[in-house]
């Protein structure tokens, strides 16, 4: 295989089936029958090096060695050399191979009718409501909410689980919101992906699934990362205290989506910032794991299960009373899906919004600058239509001294999706939503689309970073997290 | 007259004037408590009634009079029920009659007085469409024929008691009490219309072009708003395309009632028909969940306006109705779910909702005064749905028309005979019964 081939992801998951080093060796530059392949590997190894490094196995677990079909004698030497160095460090500290368990987690147990009762599905009038309103229906109508209940209705089990609509869903909520009958489209296709799992049939992962190993990789106890290297110099944070900053994913992402034009780490260290100004030194975990958000609506409800008792050990564990999240997916898995993990644990889990406007209100913030601009924002699924949190964004944004609030055309609860979700199915028809999402914030003539999802941002970025059938002006605007926006406005960080 | 001879009436619509008549037919003193200026109900504001589309106000206006004139009525409009006390064949009633700040026994009614008026608000019997005076008949055909002064808009300028030839305006009215002592009460509240702003995505409220049913009426009717003019709300166009949307906050779990309003697949039609008559070329849509075509001749009337006036059934409640910025015109997302086609009904001049009809908000109030229950809904509960369908769960109380369970027309009148009768019944009773019991 060509060494441009070797995917990050696949790297990954080498580690994850026990290897205590991988060495990708490929033709030397300017060798290339391809031409750039090397090149490509060469990029991605080091982006995988530094994901490595966070995740705490370490860069030097990795190598990239170029040697031609002809240098045998090459290819021994460095087999040798990074054999008997790996052998001086030691075997992976993820231990080995970990045998994958037959999933028995209860609700990929539960029979479809059980599935369709407690989603409520068994009210479905077949009004067809989901339906018009979905907006990947709306694009492919060979998937439709309706019809997803529809063959669960007459029992089809097994057309339910291998149909390809399974995993094109972006749970977005939309029917569910809309639906009459309040029937738990989102719970509904989230347990049977689990089931369809289970029956060993999956979605198809973007970026080759990278991102899942991540989190299975961080549902491991012995993972122990080196996540902190974030953490801006002068700002503080804590071991022990009330509140705690659940900062998700952005380490990873960042090193993830560099290329389209995102400076995720920017998120936790505006939030930081902004924090440390109202005098809040946060607890920050040193080992936070993913909130199994991505895991949870992929069908993978062990390691999600996995995840959230690692958590929330750590969150009880640290003793804070309150949690803030800057990402909407760890602010609705820790409200909601940790609830059972939690137990009667007096926690309150907080967005960042809420959180922030809080402090607005109490004066613990004060604005400083001024951002004379016109902003948009990007209602995230999980923030809005999930958790019913439409208000507390825009009041914090409005805020801000000279900031002018345009809404987009389909606002709150009728704003649509960002075209993917849990890294799922990203195909032409996320990019044609996203084009027509960013044309709708383009037309409300602001100069800023602010988003309050660290994965909003990165996909409506990635559309805009790439070529398009449409006029680049008419879909690229600069974009920005809410966070981000506050610590600019309060002059904490300096504005682009 | 003593309680035993005479009973009180709670709301003035199609039902509360059966039972008014029938009651007073046979010889008892009625009261008709209304809380409005006049009586006449929802009834009043259609424009038409299915399937005989008879003019409403033709048919309702003479039984209106009838029951303003008949010697054994007595009406009770603009006032609210504040007490009831004591058990069947003695109920001791206390009413509080609003002040119309204006002599319902000398006013003509001749509305010079509204025309003089500075004073504009939106007129409640229009759905709040059109505008009314601050000293106002909520309709031409009130009853009784009487002006309101709207104290709360009224800036006392006066220019209604200078203008007024019969000096009936006065404004020292105060508050009066009146005290009844009657033998049955029936309450006959009918219907509220759902808001359905709370249901984002059909943008009610936002899009001028989006009404209600009940707006609808009033809008096509000749005497409301615009005369009967087929003309869009919003810009005042004439449209070519008007779709009807079934189930609008009802049958669900979520938004409005989870019960079916039972009228609104007739009325639709009904509605969709008028459109036709007015207009011939006007494209007629009515986007239905089920259609619920029960009564006798019914079906016959879908299939009239499906066959013969072109009507369009489409089932499917639609996803997203999106007013075009520009135009103003409006596309309706639906799946057709016959044919299992995502679609999308572009320029549509006004879309009407059939909103969910539910039971009054005043009736927990009115539930509190006179001890009866409701059902988890809001409906009046009877003792037994099928075999005492107008016995409230107090003896001497009973209910009739839509605030009993949803009904049409025919349904609510047949029910206030029946409740008048059983009123009658228990008066009959009470009258064996010399220590006034329930026996």
């Given at each position: 295989?060509?060494s441009?081939?070797?995917?990050?992801?696949?790297i990954?998951?080498?580690?994850?089936?026990?290897?205590?080093g991988v060495?990708v060796?490929?033709?030397?530059?300017?060798?290339c029958?391809?031409?750039?392949g090397?090149?490509?590997?060469?990029?991605?190894?080091?982006?995988?090096?530094k994901?490595?490094?966070?995740?705490?196995?370490?860069?030097?677990?990795?190598?990239?060695?170029?040697?031609?079909?002809?240098?045998?004698?090459?290819f021994?030497?460095?087999?040798?050399?990074?054999?008997?160095?790996?052998?001086?460090?030691?075997?992976?500290?993820?231990?080995?191979?970990?045998?994958?368990?037959?999933?028995?987690?209860?609700?990929?147990?539960?029979?479809?009718?059980?599935i369709?009762?407690?989603?409520?599905?068994?009210?479905?009038?077949?009004?067809?409501?989901?339906?018009?309103?979905?907006?990947?229906?709306?694009?492919?109508?060979?998937?439709?909410?309706?019809l997803?209940?529809?063959?669960?209705?007459?029992?089809?089990?097994?057309?339910?689980?291998?149909?390809?609509?399974?995993?094109?869903?972006?749970?977005?909520?939309?029917?569910?919101?809309?639906?009459?009958?309040?029937?738990?489209?989102?719970?509904l296709?989230?347990?049977?992906?689990?089931?369809?799992s289970?029956?060993?049939?999956?979605?198809?992962?973007?970026?080759?699934?990278?991102?899942?190993s991540?989190?299975?990789?961080?549902?491991?106890?012995?993972?122990?990362?080196?996540?902190?290297?974030?953490?801006?110099?002068?700002?503080?944070?804590?071991?022990?205290?009330?509140i705690?900053?659940?900062?998700?994913?952005?380490?990873?992402?960042?090193v993830?989506?560099?290329?389209?034009?995102?400076n995720?780490?920017?998120?936790?260290?505006?939030?930081?910032?902004?924090?440390?100004?109202?005098g809040?030194?946060?607890?920050v975990?040193?080992?936070?794991r993913?909130?199994?958000?991505d895991?949870?609506?992929?069908?993978?409800?062990?390691?999600?299960?996995k995840?959230?008792?690692?958590?929330?050990?750590?969150?009880?564990?640290?003793?804070?009373?309150k949690?803030?999240?800057?990402?909407?997916?760890?602010?609705?898995?820790l409200?909601?899906?940790?609830?059972?993990?939690?137990?009667?644990?007096?926690?309150?889990?907080?967005?960042s919004?809420?959180f922030?406007?809080?402090?607005?209100?109490?004066?613990?913030?004060?604005?400083?600058?001024?951002?004379?601009?016109?902003?948009?924002?990007?209602?995230?699924?999980?923030?809005?239509?999930?958790?019913?949190?439409?208000?507390?964004p825009?009041?914090?944004m409005?805020?801000?001294?000279?900031?002018e609030?345009?809404?987009?055309?389909?606002?709150r609860?009728?704003?649509i999706?960002?075209?993917?979700?849990?890294?799922m199915?990203?195909?032409?028809?996320?990019?044609?939503?996203?084009?027509?999402?960013?044309?709708?914030a383009?037309?409300?003539?602001?100069?800023?689309?602010?988003?309050?999802?660290?994965?909003?941002?990165?996909?409506?970025?990635?559309?805009?970073?790439?070529k398009?059938?449409?006029?680049?002006?008419?879909?690229?605007?600069?974009?920005?997290?809410?966070?981000?926006?506050?610590?600019?406005?309060?002059?904490?960080?300096?504005?682009? | 007259?003593?309680?035993?001879?005479?009973?009180?009436?709670?709301?003035?619509?199609?039902?509360?004037?059966?039972?008014?008549?029938?009651?007073?037919g046979?010889?008892?003193?009625?009261?008709?408590?209304?809380?409005?200026?006049?009586?006449?109900?929802?009834m009043?504001?259609?424009?038409?009634?299915?399937?005989?589309?008879d003019?409403?106000?033709?048919i309702?206006?003479?039984?209106?009079?009838?029951?303003?004139?008949?010697?054994?009525?007595?009406?009770?409009?603009?006032?609210?029920?504040?007490?009831?006390?004591?058990t069947v064949?003695n109920?001791?009633?206390?009413?509080?009659?609003?002040?119309?700040?204006v002599?319902?026994?000398k006013?003509?009614?001749?509305?010079?007085?509204?025309?003089h008026?500075?004073?504009e608000?939106?007129?409640?019997?229009?759905?709040?469409?059109?505008?009314?005076?601050?000293?106002?008949?909520p309709?031409p055909?009130?009853?009784?024929?009487?002006m309101?002064?709207?104290?709360?808009?009224?800036?006392?300028?006066?220019?209604c008691?200078?203008?007024?030839?019969?000096?009936?305006?006065?404004?020292?009215?105060?508050?009066?009490?009146?005290?009844?002592?009657?033998?049955?009460?029936?309450?006959?509240?009918?219907f509220?219309?759902?808001?359905p702003?709370?249901?984002?995505?059909?943008?009610?409220?936002?899009?001028?072009?989006?009404?209600?049913?009940?707006?609808?009426?009033?809008?096509?009717?000749?005497?409301?708003?615009?005369?009967?003019?087929?003309?869009?709300p919003g810009?005042?166009?004439?449209?070519?395309?008007?779709?009807?949307?079934?189930?609008?906050?009802?049958?669900?779990?979520?938004?409005?009632?989870?019960?079916?309003?039972?009228?609104c697949?007739m009325?639709?039609?009904?509605?969709?028909?008028?459109?036709?008559?007015?207009a011939p070329?006007?494209?007629?849509?009515?986007?239905y969940?089920?259609?619920?075509a029960?009564?006798?001749?019914?079906?016959?009337?879908?299939?009239?306006?499906?066959?013969?006036?072109?009507?369009?059934?489409?089932?499917?409640?639609?996803?997203?109705?999106?007013e075009?910025?520009?135009?103003?015109?409006?596309?309706?997302?639906?799946?057709?779910?016959?044919?299992r086609?995502?679609?999308?009904l572009?320029?549509?001049?006004v879309?009407?909702?059939?909103p969910?009809?539910?039971?009054?908000?005043?009736?927990?109030?009115?539930?509190?005064?006179?001890?009866?229950?409701?059902?988890?809904?809001?409906?009046?509960k009877?003792t037994?749905?099928?075999l005492?369908?107008?016995?409230?769960?107090?003896?001497?109380?009973?209910?009739?028309?839509?605030?009993?369970?949803?009904k049409?027309?025919?349904?609510?009148?047949?029910?206030a005979?029946?409740?008048?009768?059983?009123?009658?019944?228990?008066?009959a009773?009470?009258q064996?019964?010399?220590?006034?019991?329930?026996?």
């Amino acid at each position: 295989m060509c060494s441009g081939r070797v995917e990050p992801a696949f790297i990954l998951n080498a580690f994850e089936n026990g290897a205590d080093g991988v060495l990708v060796a490929g033709c030397h530059p300017g060798d290339c029958h391809y031409r750039a392949g090397n090149n490509y590997a060469e990029k991605r190894v080091e982006k995988t090096k530094k994901l490595l490094d966070v995740l705490g196995i370490g860069a030097d677990r990795l190598r990239l060695e170029w040697i031609s079909a002809a240098e045998g004698e090459k290819f021994g030497s460095v087999i040798k050399d990074f054999t008997e160095k790996l052998r001086v460090k030691g075997p992976s500290p993820l231990g080995g191979r970990e045998l994958k368990a037959v999933p028995v987690k209860q609700n990929s147990a539960e029979s479809i009718h059980d599935i369709l009762k407690r989603t409520k599905a068994l009210y479905c009038q077949e009004c067809g409501k989901c339906s018009s309103s979905c907006p990947i229906t709306r694009l492919d109508p060979s998937y439709s909410p309706r019809l997803a209940v529809e063959k669960a209705l007459m029992g089809l089990e097994n057309d339910v689980l291998t149909d390809k609509g399974l995993w094109s869903c972006l749970t977005c909520y939309l029917c569910r919101q809309r639906c009459p009958l309040d029937i738990e489209y989102d719970e509904l296709i989230r347990t049977c992906r689990a089931k369809a799992s289970s029956n060993g049939i999956n979605g198809q992962c973007a970026h080759e699934g990278i991102l899942f190993s991540l989190s299975r990789l961080m549902a491991r106890k012995e993972t122990s990362q080196n996540r902190l290297t974030w953490v801006p110099e002068g700002a503080e944070i804590a071991k022990t205290g009330d509140i705690m900053y659940f900062v998700g994913c952005s380490p990873y992402f960042n090193v993830m989506f560099d290329d389209v034009g995102v400076n995720n780490i920017e998120i936790p260290q505006s939030m930081l910032r902004v924090l440390n100004a109202a005098g809040i030194k946060p607890v920050v975990l040193e080992n936070e794991r993913c909130c199994g958000h991505d895991l949870s609506f992929s069908g993978d409800l062990d390691n999600f299960e996995k995840l959230a008792k690692i958590n929330v050990a750590a969150i009880k564990k640290s003793g804070v009373s309150k949690v803030v999240t800057t990402c909407p997916e760890c602010y609705r898995t820790l409200k909601l899906d940790y609830a059972e993990y939690l137990g009667k644990q007096n926690l309150e889990i907080l967005h960042s919004s809420e959180f922030l406007t809080d402090l607005i209100a109490n004066g613990k913030i004060k604005f400083d600058g001024k951002i004379s601009k016109k902003v948009t924002f990007q209602d995230p699924c999980r923030l809005g239509r999930h958790m019913g949190i439409y208000d507390s964004p825009r009041k914090l944004m409005t805020s801000i001294p000279g900031v002018e609030l345009i809404e987009m055309e389909r606002n709150r609860e009728n704003s649509i999706c960002c075209g993917v979700s849990a890294w799922m199915n990203c195909s032409r028809h996320s990019k044609q939503m996203q084009v027509e999402r960013l044309a709708e914030a383009k037309r409300t003539t602001a100069d800023l689309l602010v988003t309050a999802c660290p994965k909003c941002q990165i996909h409506l970025n990635c559309t805009m970073s790439e070529k398009l059938p449409v006029k680049k002006e008419d879909v690229v605007i600069e974009t920005c997290d809410l966070s981000v926006l506050v610590a600019r406005a309060m002059n904490l960080t300096p504005s682009p | 007259m003593t309680g035993k001879q005479s009973v009180l009436i709670i709301g003035g619509g199609i039902a509360g004037i059966q039972a008014s008549l029938d009651l007073a037919g046979r010889g008892f003193q009625v009261y008709v408590l209304e809380e409005t200026p006049t009586i006449g109900g929802r009834m009043a504001q259609l424009d038409k009634t299915f399937p005989t589309m008879d003019c409403s106000i033709c048919i309702l206006a003479p039984k209106m009079m009838e029951c303003f004139r008949h010697p054994n009525v007595k009406l009770l409009t603009y006032s609210e029920l504040k007490e009831v006390k004591g058990t069947v064949g003695n109920f001791q009633v206390k009413i509080k009659k609003k002040p119309r700040y204006v002599e319902e026994t000398k006013c003509t009614g001749c509305g010079v007085c509204a025309e003089h008026c500075p004073i504009e608000v939106p007129n409640e019997f229009d759905m709040n469409l059109g505008m009314r005076k601050a000293i106002y008949m909520p309709m031409p055909q009130a009853v009784p024929r009487a002006m309101t002064i709207d104290k709360e808009n009224c800036i006392e300028c006066k220019m209604c008691s200078k203008i007024c030839q019969a000096g009936a305006v006065n404004y020292q009215q105060e508050p009066q009490t009146i005290e009844l002592n009657v033998g049955a009460i029936i309450i006959a509240t009918g219907f509220d219309q759902y808001n359905p702003s709370e249901i984002v995505e059909y943008g009610y409220g936002k899009q001028k072009n989006v009404l209600t049913a009940l707006e609808f009426e009033r809008w096509v009717c000749a005497s409301g708003p615009v005369g009967g003019h087929l003309l869009r709300p919003g810009d005042g166009g004439i449209p070519k395309k008007i779709a009807f949307v079934q189930c609008v906050g009802s049958r669900g779990s979520k938004f409005g009632a989870p019960f079916c309003s039972s009228v609104c697949c007739m009325y639709a039609t009904k509605e969709a028909l008028i459109v036709r008559e007015h207009a011939p070329d006007v494209n007629v849509y009515i986007f239905y969940n089920e259609l619920r075509a029960f009564g006798k001749g019914f079906h016959e009337f879908i299939n009239r306006a499906r066959n013969e006036y072109g009507v369009t059934y489409i089932r499917s409640r639609p996803g997203e109705i999106k007013e075009d910025p520009k135009t103003k015109s409006l596309s309706i997302w639906y799946d057709d779910t016959l044919t299992r086609e995502i679609k999308t009904l572009g320029d549509v001049d006004v879309v009407v909702l059939c909103p969910a009809l539910l039971p009054r908000e005043g009736n927990k109030k009115l539930a509190g005064i006179t001890g009866v229950e409701l059902d988890s809904s809001g409906f009046f509960k009877v003792t037994h749905p099928l075999l005492a369908p107008v016995d409230s769960t107090v003896p001497g109380i009973y209910v009739c028309g839509y605030c009993q369970s949803p009904k049409d027309i025919p349904d609510s009148v047949a029910q206030a005979s029946a409740a008048a009768a059983r009123a009658a019944e228990s008066l009959a009773m009470v009258q064996v019964t010399p220590k006034g019991g329930t026996k």
